[in-house]
């Protein structure tokens, strides 16, 4: 079974930056054409897809985080990372990973495991 799970600091001052990782358990990193993303969800506020790094380490962010947002790998402990610079209060949010595949069917990236989610708050 697939397993992710968050770590990282609750409280971020702003303008510095959130860092964040994920471990995944029953799965690998580098399975070929899985994708790992990170996703949050702002207090009364729906899920915001922040960005996701491929099997093979590509990359891809929201447009509207990508000046923000870094993600990268430690294949050696099958962990991911988020890092997002010049945090504000409008990033506070409960911050999950998942384990995301291309639907052809749907044309879609599906998300199916996902991590139990972390609260990140952004205040001095």
């Known amino acids: 079974q697939v397993q992710l799970q968050e770590s990282g600091p609750g409280l971020v001052k702003p303008s510095q930056t959130l860092s964040l990782t994920c471990t995944v358990s029953g799965d690998s990193i580098t399975t070929n054409f899985y994708y790992w993303s990170w996703i949050r969800q702002p207090p009364g506020k729906g899920l915001e897809w922040i960005g996701r790094?491929?099997?093979?380490?590509?990359?891809y962010y929201s447009p509207s985080l990508k000046s923000r947002t870094s993600i990268s790998r430690d294949t050696s402990k099958n962990q991911f990372s988020l890092q997002l610079s010049s945090v504000t209060p409008e990033d506070t949010a409960v911050y999950y990973c998942?384990?995301?595949?291309?639907?052809?069917?749907?044309?879609?990236?599906?998300?199916?495991?996902w991590g139990q989610g972390t609260q990140v708050t952004v205040s001095s």
């Open positions: 998942a384990r995301a595949w291309y639907s052809d069917y749907s044309d879609q990236y599906e998300n199916d495991y």
């Open positions: 790094i491929a099997y093979n380490g590509d990359t």
